[in-house]
């Protein structure tokens, strides 16, 4: 009896606590250097700042600008012009509900359609896990405009959403299941499950957990599992027609993409480099700056034209 009773509680209390959670609305989130652009009929945030040559910002998933804290401001500090993206579903950006907004083949072609809106001919992709993903979609659908691609773990050879996917679309459990999920006071638990090194966390926990407390969310996570993962042209299935050099920083440690899937890649793509990250984890941007920035610079000065 007493177990039924949890059981109706846990799955219909945030049918009733997520308006105390999802208090805030996109405009909080979009700070001093942000915009809203209307980009295929949804609000993306986009963070344009410095001058010089254009490196598009793709963040991973659960991340939004501020996983760039530290790569932004140090690569137009180098001379760049950086633009952020917060994709669809994440940071700033729309919660869209039509589970075709968030494939990749989508996210690729807002990148593309952003570059048109600035007038920008040809852009460098530096994109984190998800975010390297629609990196590599976006080379595959559009190569004449891409000048090369810094990939930190991408994610690109996983077919299918993970099982946690189908169960989260489960009415009222799968609800439930992505409502406790996705506690914004978990966030650090999370975290530390994909890095090597913890130190950074306490610091930045607040930030990833932002996003998370904006109206709508919830609903477009869900949706988001249930979309198809690319589009017409799979990365999985395409990614070895990329012909843009192609440079791939990986964690030694890195629990969701192992490193090996960086030599796969090399070993598969036309012009590939693999730079490896000791001691760290999935997210060598945050653990490791120093080391990583030392990888992106040296990318940089290989694939910039002199």
Request: aromatic share 8%.
């Amino acid at each position: 009896m007493w177990g039924i009773i949890l059981l109706i509680c846990i799955c219909g209390a945030p049918f009733v606590l997520l308006r105390w959670r999802e208090t805030s609305v996109p405009n909080d989130l979009l700070g001093e250097h942000g915009q809203h652009i209307t980009i295929n009929g949804n609000q993306v945030a986009v963070y344009d700042q410095g001058s010089g040559p254009v490196i598009v910002l793709l963040h991973g998933f659960g991340g939004w600008q501020a996983t760039w804290h530290q790569i932004q401001p140090a690569l137009q500090s180098a001379g760049y012009r950086t633009i952020g993206i917060d994709a669809i579903g994440a940071g700033a950006s729309a919660r869209s509900t039509h589970p075709n907004d968030y494939t990749t083949e989508s996210q690729a072609r807002n990148v593309i359609a952003l570059l048109d809106h600035l007038g920008i001919a040809k852009a460098t992709l530096l994109g984190h896990s998800y975010g390297g993903r629609i990196a590599l979609q976006t080379a595959i659908l559009a190569p004449e405009r891409i000048t090369c691609i810094i990939g930190i773990a991408p994610e690109s050879l996983v077919i299918d959403r993970p099982p946690i996917a189908k169960v989260v679309t489960i009415p009222i459990v799968g609800y439930a299941l992505a409502f406790w999920s996705t506690t914004p006071s978990l966030t650090g638990a999370g975290l530390k499950a994909v890095a090597k090194r913890h130190d950074w966390i306490a610091l930045q926990q607040h930030e990833y957990a932002r996003p998370i407390r904006v109206q709508g969310h919830l609903a477009g996570q869900i949706c988001q599992s249930s979309a198809p993962k690319d589009g017409q042209k799979p990365v999985p299935q395409y990614y070895k027609t990329i012909s843009c050099p192609v440079f791939l920083i990986w964690g030694d440690s890195d629990p969701v993409f192992a490193v090996r899937t960086g030599s796969t890649l090399v070993q598969n793509m036309i012009d590939a480099q693999l730079a490896v990250v000791p001691n760290t984890g999935h997210l060598p941007h945050e653990e490791s700056f120093v080391e990583t920035m030392a990888f992106i610079t040296q990318a940089l000065a290989q694939s910039q034209p002199h």
